[in-house]
Structure formats: structure tokens, C-alpha cells
């Protein structure tokens, strides 16, 4: 069992005004004035949500949660990108990829050092402590940043990857309680300061209380995949059963070629991705 959650960073934005004191022409640096998170329940409400004013804590709360949980963002090639220079910054390192491991389970060696087997392809990912691996298209789109503490995972993906659509589309199509509200995103905001409690405050919360709500309701209809075409593809699997697929679709990665790849590896090489909606 995983345990599943939403969050949200708002960032610095600079006025015209403010560029003009500080004698600038464009904004050169942002940083997290708020970070908000809430678990994903079928009726979230505003006490669930826990709001903090900078990223530290944050990533504090990230390594305290329970192992192998999942954290979703609505916008993560944006807050991703925060939480990525943060890793980087407080000594983390890129997950280790090694080639032809036979080990096909979920398994950990005498150090506690996660191994995981990649599904679809021949290598293994060898995530050592304090180390983060990143699924990122060669379009710039994140997909999934998995962070490994000393003997913790956890997962942070993008809830628009199995709903393809705006917050307040959310709250409509999904009939929250809560509905996204509007905010002057430019002021004095920076980290370690106050939030307002009549207009910021409202905005955060019912951000990350709208994705909470309609990401439990996706997900009780049955989008448990990270992506839509992986739900799809669960869903067709279904139809066909494991068996029939198999026939139909067999394991490529198996199918050794003349040149040295496997059938998998070569034939991805000649495609960059699709679409798929349930």
C-alpha cells in the first residue's frame, strides 16, 4: 500500500514597480514563498492542508514520509525543477544505471540499497541513499522525479499526465467542494514571509484541496496509473487478458538481434512518444 498526497509551490513574480527599485529590465531569479501539501482524500478539507513558507521544509517533510509514497503535482515541469535544484544543492546524485542484472524482484542488498528492476527494457536502476532519478521527455515534459533518502523512496509525479487539464477544469469536471480562486500573484512575496491569511492563504489551500479531490475521484475510477495511455493500457490488458496480450504482444526486450540490441531498445529509437486517451 502507498500513500498518496498533492502539493503545490507559488513563487516569486516581480512588478513593474519592483524591477524598477531593484534595476532590472526581466526577472532574473525566483524562489518558493509557499509550499503547500494535502493527502489525497475523497473530501479533503481545509484543516488537512499544511502550508509552509519556503522549500526547506518541504523536503524536510518529504524524507519523514513513509516509504514508497507519492506526491503529485499539477505543474511538476515547473516545481519540479525547484525540487531538482534543491536535491542537487544538498549533495544528491543521479541514480545508477546498470546493465544485465538478473535480479527481477523489488529487492534490497545487505546495505539496504535499493535495486529496481525498469520495466520494458534490459538495465536496472540502482538507487543508492541520497541519490534521485528523473523521467523526463526529450520535450522538456517531467514525468516523474523518484528520490531515494537513506531508507526511504518516494515518488513525486504530475497528476495532468492522467488528468490533461487546468486546475479550475478540475474542480468543474470533477464537481469539487472546493473550487480554484483567483490572487495578485506580484507583491512583496519571498520565502520565510508572511502569507497573507484573507487572500493568499484561501488560494493555496484550495489549490492543492481541488487536485486532492479530483485526483482520489480519477483514481476510485480507476486511473491508478502515473500516466493516461499507462491506464489505457491497463485497461486493454484487462479486456484481452494477460495471456491473450502476451500472444499478441510479446516481450521484445527477450528478441536478441544480429547487431547486439534487443528488439525493444531498436525499434524504440524510431519513435518519440504518442497519445493515448481512455
Known amino acids: 500500500p502507498r500513500k498518496y498526497y498533492v502539493a503545490d509551490f507559488e513563487t516569486t513574480v516581480l512588478n513593474k514597480k519592483q524591477l524598477e527599485e531593484r534595476g532590472l529590465e526581466m526577472q532574473e531569479e525566483t524562489e ?30 518529504l524524507e519523514k514520509l513513509e516509504d514508497r509514497s507519492v506526491v503529485g503535482f499539477v505543474n511538476l515541469k515547473f516545481d519540479g525543477s525547484f525540487i531538482l535544484n534543491e536535491l542537487i544543492k544538498e549533495g544528491f546524485t543521479p541514480a545508477l544505471k546498470l546493465d544485465d542484472i538478473e ?19 534490459v538495465y536496472q536502476m540502482y538507487r543508492q541513499p541520497y541519490s534521485y532519478e528523473c523521467v523526463i521527455s526529450n520535450m522538456g515534459a517531467y514525468y516523474s522525479i523518484t528520490i531515494r533518502f537513506d531508507h526511504t523512496t518516494v515518488t513525486i509525479v504530475d497528476v495532468t499526465k492522467v488528468l490533461p487539464m487546468s486546475l479550475r477544469e478540475m474542480g468543474k469536471g470533477f464537481d469539487t467542494k472546493y473550487r480554484k480562486l483567483n490572487m495578485e500573484y506580484a507583491g512583496d512575496m519571498h520565502a520565510f514571509g508572511e502569507i497573507d491569511a484573507e487572500t493568499q492563504l484561501p488560494y493555496i489551500i484550495n489549490d492543492v484541496l481541488v487536485a486532492s479531490e479530483a485526483w482520489y475521484k480519477a483514481r476510485a475510477m480507476g486511473l491508478t496509473e502515473n500516466t493516461i495511455a499507462a491506464c489505457a493500457l491497463k485497461d486493454f490488458k484487462a479486456l484481452l487478458t494477460p495471456q491473450v496480450f502476451d500472444v499478441y504482444f510479446p516481450d521484445l526486450t527477450a528478441i536478441r538481434l544480429p547487431c547486439g540490441d534487443n528488439a525493444y531498445d531498436y525499434i524504440k529509437r524510431s519513435y518519440a512518444g504518442g497519445i493515448c486517451y481512455r
Open 32 to 61: 518558493v514563498w509557499s509550499a503547500a501539501w494535502c493527502p489525497v482524500k475523497e473530501r479533503p478539507e481545509p484543516e488537512d492542508v499544511t502550508v509552509y513558507n519556503n522549500i526547506f521544509e518541504f523536503m524536510e517533510w
Open 103 to 121: 535480479n527481477e524482484t523489488y529487492a534490497y542488498d545487505e546495505e539496504d540499497t535499493e535495486i529496481v528492476p525498469e520495466y520494458g527494457s
